[in-house]
C-alpha cells in the first residue's frame, strides 16, 4: 500500500534513508528538513511495516523533482519502487506538472519509467536565476552549482515528460 506520509512516519523515512547517505546514494539531511517536507512524502507499506518512500519536490510551475526515493533492502526487487515512483507521477499530474527531473545512480530503474537522460540544464536561463534565489540545497543540486557538485559526483540528471 502507497500512501501519504504522516509526520509519524518521519523516524521509519530517515531510517530508510540512512544506509544509503552512509554510501553517499542519498543526501543526507537533518530531521527538520523530513518534517518540513512531510508533505511531499509519500510510503510504502507492507503488513504495517513502512518499507519504501519517496518525495516529489515542485521546483517551478511545470516543473517537479523526485528525490528520496528509497525501497528498504528487505523489499528490493518486488515492486515497491515502482509503487511508490508511480503514485509521485500521479500527484505530479494533480499538481499540474508537465515535467519531473530526478539526479540518481538508478538510470535503469528511472529509464523504465520513462525518464531520458539529459545534459546540461533543464530549465531557460529565465528560470534558472529565479531558482538560483532558492535556499533549497535540493535545488542547488538541480541547478547543478559548483559548491554541491561533490554531492552530485557519477549522478545522471533524468527527465520525464508528464
Ligand atoms: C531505485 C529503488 C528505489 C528501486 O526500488 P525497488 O523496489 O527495488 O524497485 P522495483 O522492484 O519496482 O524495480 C526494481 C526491479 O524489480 C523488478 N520488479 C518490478 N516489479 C516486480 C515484481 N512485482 N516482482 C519481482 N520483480 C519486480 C523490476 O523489473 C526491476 O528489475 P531490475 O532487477 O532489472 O532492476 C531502489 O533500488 C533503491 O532504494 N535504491 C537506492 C536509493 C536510490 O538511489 N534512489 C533513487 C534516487 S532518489
Redesign the pocket.
Known amino acids: 500500500m502507497v500512501r501519504a506520509a504522516r509526520t509519524s512516519d518521519v523516524r521509519a523515512i530517515r531510517a530508510l534513508v540512512a544506509p ?1 547517505a552512509e554510501r553517499r ?2 543526501l543526507n539531511k537533518e530531521a527538520v528538513a523530513y518534517y518540513e517536507s512531510v508533505s511531499d512524502f509519500v510510503v510504502a507499506e507492507i503488513a504495517g511495516a513502512v518499507v ?1 518512500c ?1 518525495a516529489l519536490h515542485v521546483l517551478w510551475e511545470d516543473l517537479g523533482e ?6 528498504d533492502e528487505s ?11 508511480r503514485r509521485l507521477i500521479e500527484r505530479a499530474r494533480e499538481l499540474g506538472l508537465s515535467r519531473l527531473f ?5 538510470t ?3 529509464q ?1 519509467h520513462g525518464f531520458e537522460v539529459i545534459e546540461g540544464q533543464a530549465v531557460d536561463p529565465e528560470v534558472y536565476a529565479e531558482l538560483l534565489r532558492s535556499y533549497d540545497e535540493g535545488v542547488a543540486e538541480f541547478l547543478d552549482l559548483e559548491r554541491v557538485k561533490p554531492n552530485t559526483l557519477g549522478n545522471t540528471r533524468m527527465l520525464r515528460k508528464l
Do not use: D, H, I, Y
Open positions: 544509503q546514494v542519498l519504501g519517496g523526485v528525490r528520496t526515493l528509497v525501497v523489499a528490493l526487487g518486488s515492486g515497491v519502487g515502482s509503487a511508490v515512483l530526478c539526479l540518481t545512480f538508478e535503469e530503474f528511472f523504465r
